[in-house]
Every structure is written in C-alpha cells, then in structure tokens.
C-alpha cells in the first residue's frame, strides 16, 4: 500500500503542476482577448484580431485545473472548525479527519462515475463545444481520470489518516 500511496502523490504532484499551468494559460488567453478587443475596438474594426473559442478555451482551462489540483490538495489545508476539535484527543481527531478525507473520496468517486456515464452518452450522441467543435467525450474523459485520482488519493490518505500513519497538513485558522 506504501507503493501505491508514494505513486499517487507523485501522480497528484503532477497534475497539480499542470493545473498550475492552465492557470497561467488562462490568464494569458484572458489577456489576448482583451486586447484583441481593444485593437478591433480601437481601429474601428478595421483590424480584427479576435479569435472564437476564447471563453471556450478559458472555461476549460478552470475546470481542469481546479480538477487537476484537487488530488494533491485533499490533505492540505481541509477546514477543520477549531471551536469542534481544539477538545478532541488525538485519536478523535485523526478519525473525524480521516473520515472526512474518505468522504470526500467517495464524492470523487461519484463525480468520476457522473463524468464517465457523461462520457459514454456524448461519444454517442457526437456532442460538439459549441465554438472550438472539441468533442465533449474527451473533456468528460480527462474531468473523470481526473476525477479518479482524486477519488484514489483521498482514500488511501483518509485511510492512512484513520489508521495513523500519515498526518493531515492542516492550516489552523483563528
């Protein structure tokens, strides 16, 4: 299990990474496409330099990376109430953690699922983006590998938390 765990943090690792990365895109797109704007608007349309699929490409890029930061986030930084736990004894407090982190697993593990079912009625019915014509059964796919990362790390860690062995990393808020 040790094997497994190490593999699905240098897997949550990465995809945090990438996650990152399509913020930084996003942020670039958005800048493009103001000032593509700007330029069309400045010219009198004269020079147009605007380009379809910009709001496509910009809500994708959020929802895979927020979708791809989510595993290496599970045990960082969960909002834990102080005002419930600051009396629980070692023990309580690493199973109400613990059970927490597995909940949020299991809710993984259903979106994995809604997205995989979600994948399989689009590769059939064809469906398109509306500007960008990408099929909707790849996005769907990579929201549910996503999605299934998620699910696996936060149960090995929800586990490993219950039966102590790993420590949440926990910000503790006033």
Known sequence: MNSLTRLT???ALLMYWLGGVLIVAMMLIVVADVAARGFFSLTDGQL????V??????KFSLLFSMLLAFPHAVDK???VVDLFTQQMNAARLRFFTGGYTLGFGLLGAAWC????????SARQT???TQDLLLPMSAIYQIASL???????RALLVGVNIVMGTHA???????
């Open 53 to 58: 699929g910009g709001i496509e490409l910009v």
């Open 146 to 152: 996503a999605l299934a990362v998620l699910a696996l």
């Open 9 to 11: 943090d240098r897997v």
């Open 48 to 51: 147009d330099l605007t380009f």
């Open 168 to 174: 949440p990393e926990q910000e503790h808020h006033s």
């Open 113 to 120: 699922w809604r997205f995989t079912e979600a994948a399989h």
């Open 126 to 128: 064809g469906e398109l």
């Open 77 to 79: 930084g969960q909002i």
